[in-house]
């Protein structure tokens, strides 16, 4: 039975603990609406692009000269799995639900006989894939001096992954990443990269009659101007996606870890409380029988 | 015909600019053109350069790098890699993107030695970029180290 002094320390040590939740989850909730009005923002600019894109696409897709980032370089050995996750913990099952799709996505693969490379973007997906597939990872791509995600991080990533793309280090690139759906529920996510996948424009735009483009200069200059581009909107996206979905991930865990600690507490003060009393009974029952004796 | 017709700016970070305009003029990868309404349907892409609207509450410009435009019956849309507002610009912003500019023909003209299409490609931004800064007052000179 542990002490009074003991139990009092544990409990102002729990609340403590309790403070220190409380805080994070006040300020990933600040972080999440500024992440969330960041993915907002760039939605114009994404969906547009894709729209873009599909036409582009189909138009041009299917001729044999098309690009290399849209046709691929008609294999599929070798696959590259880019792993983006958090620079920090403590946001629940963020990371680790990431790197597990992305495990799951890598067996699956090798089961197939294919050769698999991954490429991290943020601390916490290294660590977890480093112990079972270290050989496996190429390259790791810090992200803890950004504070801001910018387009021109994942730029940067993006002309990163072309350079390798150019020098035939792969011929499938996958982005692993979590979709953010509200602040419970984050999915994630695997979204093909390279060779490009959009989706052609639908049936009901084709049905409207759909409109025949000029090009300036041809198509296949666009083409070539903006698949590279349409990688970095993509791993942008992801970016945006991965900062909101960090967020709500951690605000929910700390919103959690706080109510465990207030548990906690009520949990021990009943025990103080008890124990007070049972030290003062012993002391009356003492003093009683003390008296009794005489 | 419509007087006037609706016009997006995006980049990846923003929407910088949306409303109706009765003509904007695009600085497309072959040369400026003018876009109004009921212009026949165009993807073009960008050259560096100034992207101004006409709306009806007058007249805005804005520095765009890159990206493209496309132009349909719907409106036209400008999706710029990077624009600000040509009252926004700073000479450190115009020294920046100057200087990636020039970045890029140093890397083209060492990685493409034997290949003049990319140099030339890259030329051709760094001198738009130039072209920019004299247009809008900014000294292309300072930007060099």
New interface residues.
Partial sequence: MPSLKDLKTRIESVKSTRKITKAMQMVAAAKLRRAQD?AE??R???E??NA?MG??AESVGDAENAPRLLAGTGSDQTHLLVVMTAERGLCGGFNGNIAKLAKVRADELKGQGKTVKILTVGKKGRDALRRDYGDLLIDHIDMTEVKHV??ND?KAIAEDLLARFEDGQFDVATIFFSRFENVITQVPTAQQVVPASYERADDDAKAGGS???????DEQ??LA??LP?GV??QI?SALLENGASEQGARMSAMDNATRNAGEMIDKLTIQYNRTRQAVITNELIEIISGAEAL | MADTVQF?L??????LASGPVTQVLIP???GD?VAMPDH??????LRPGILRMDGPDGSDEYVVTG??A?I??DGI?V?A??SLHRGDVTQAHYDEMLGEAREAYEKAQTVFENEPGPVDDAAKVLADMVAVGDHINLDPALGKD
């Fill in positions: 960041a923002m760039s114009p600019y994404t547009k692009f873009v036409k582009l910018g387009y994942a409109t025949v483009y000029d090009y300036e200069p200059a666009i101007d903006l581009r970095a909107t942008f | 997006d995006v980049s990846p970070e923003r929407r497309g990868a072959e053109m026949a349907p165009v993807i073009t892409s990206g493209f496309e349909s019956a849309t999706l890699e990077r």
